[in-house]
């Protein structure tokens, strides 16, 4: 489809209009003005792609600077099913800015024009709720869920559905819109099986993600919606960790599909984020909610550890753990600012991490390094060294807003912006 396009995205141009439009250098450096003015002349095959490319995403060009535009276009190349074509965007220099620190894998298009349009999530799914990764049958897959009730399993090298989405969120007891909700979703192993644990209306479910079947009946207990999942082994045991609008976090064992104990209370208002790590060498869970405050959980005596942390002024929608410099961590996200936990001490480390401009609505970190990956309703992707407490280069911007990210084993990111999936990987 690209054929005719500047493999080196520099340079002399094909001539005449068609090929300006056809050259990456070109709709990464010119102004928006002038590609826009040049879009309705476009004729071939290839110029008609890059106008759709571009006016997929024109909201963003114009205010945005060429480094900006580059990581834009190629995602949205990616979205348009062109893979080649974003590469080659992605290789365009651009004066006085570094070279693209991250390449677009692949991206579901389901609002570009039809003619380009690569699969999309759902066919009437709502924006992407969660996402998560895991290992199929010795493949890295990327899961997400959308809000309609529905979750799919993606290859992520293949960039391909795998099997058929889940549809089982519902609720017998009601036929209600809300009881279709897909609200949260984390991944683990249970008995040899990869598995993904969905939060709903009132219910949390688990999933082979190798045959795409619910495993045994929902778990019950949580009265309204389940916000949060996070899950962990305990004393070698698979459990989830859910938290929701009753104001509980709540602890299941996923082998025999029962709770363990009485719920943990202490929040006062709905819990809407959750996370587990090891510290001291037990398991423990940090949840954050409306209340604004961090709580640490014992999770071998469900017991609160600690007082609750505070610090944040709006709600707490995101929460990650790592481990910095040897000591385990706890990333907290709310209204514009991250905070980071010394989950030892109960100290907040550094200064809040400041630069999005809207709700941190998810986070996660790479596994093995001290980073930190979070994404906002201000459509941007920010990655952090917790390290030093200093964003790594520019921001990556999306179309849409950003509900949910995660981070695969082997560094690639999987981002969930509006209705659609994109995975990214560092060049």
Same mark, same amino acid.
């Given at each position: 489809m690209s054929d005719d396009l500047n493999v080196d995205g520099v340079g002399a141009a094909p001539a005449g209009l068609d090929g300006r439009l056809a050259d !990456?250098?070109? $709709? =990464?450096? *010119? +102004? !928006? %003005? %002038? =590609? $826009?003015? $040049? $879009?309705? *002349? *476009? +004729?071939? !095959?290839a110029t008609q792609l890059a106008g759709t490319m571009y006016q997929a995403s024109a909201h963003l060009h114009r205010d945005a600077t060429a480094g900006v535009r580059r990581q834009v276009l190629a995602l949205d190349a990616a979205r348009c099913g062109d893979r080649e074509l974003s590469a080659r965007i992605t290789a365009v220099p651009v004066e006085g800015e570094p070279a693209a620190r991250w390449g677009v894998e692949w991206a579901t298009g389901s609002t570009v024009d039809d003619r380009f349009r690569q699969e999309a999530l759902t066919e009437d799914s709502d924006r992407v709720r969660a996402v998560a990764t895991a290992a199929v049958d010795g493949r890295p897959v990327a899961v997400a869920a959308s809000g309609t009730k529905t979750v799919r399993v993606w290859d992520l090298d293949a960039g391909q559905r795998v099997g058929e989405p889940t549809t089982g969120q519902r609720d017998s007891e009601s036929s209600t819109r809300r009881t279709d909700w897909v609200c949260t979703m984390a991944t683990t192993e249970a008995n040899g099986r990869s598995m993904a644990v969905t939060g709903g209306w009132k219910t949390v479910r688990a999933w082979d993600l190798n045959t795409g079947e619910q495993v045994g009946e929902p778990l019950v207990g949580h009265n309204g919606g389940v916000w949060a999942v996070a899950t962990a082994l305990v004393n070698g045991r698979p459990i989830a960790v859910t938290g929701g609008a009753d104001r509980t976090v709540r602890v299941w064992n996923l082998t025999t599909r029962q709770p363990v104990g009485e719920p943990l209370t202490g929040h006062t208002g709905p819990v809407q984020a959750a996370a587990t790590a090891m510290v001291n060498n037990r398991p423990i869970a940090v949840t954050g909610g409306v209340d604004r405050t961090v709580r640490v959980w014992d999770l071998t005596t469900r017991q609160p550890v600690g007082e609750p942390l505070t610090g944040h002024t709006g709600a707490i929608r995101a929460v990650a753990t790592a481990v910095v410099e040897g000591r385990p961590v706890a990333v907290t996200g709310s209204q514009q600012s991250l905070l980071v936990w010394d989950l030892i001490t109960h100290q907040q480390i550094g200064e809040p991490l400041t630069r999005h401009a809207g709700w941190v609505a998810a986070a996660a970190v790479v596994d093995g390094r001290p980073v930190a990956v979070t994404g906002s309703g201000d459509a941007t992707v920010r990655v952090w060294d917790l390290a030093s407490g200093q964003q790594m280069g520019e921001e990556l911007a999306f179309p849409e807003r950003v509900n949910a990210v995660a981070v695969a084993s082997d560094g690639r990111l999987v981002v969930g912006f509006g209705r659609e999936l994109a995975v990214l990987t560092r060049c």
């Open positions: !990456p250098g070109f $709709l =990464v450096n *010119a +102004s !928006p %003005e %002038e =590609v $826009l003015g $040049l $879009l309705d *002349a *476009a +004729s071939g !095959p």
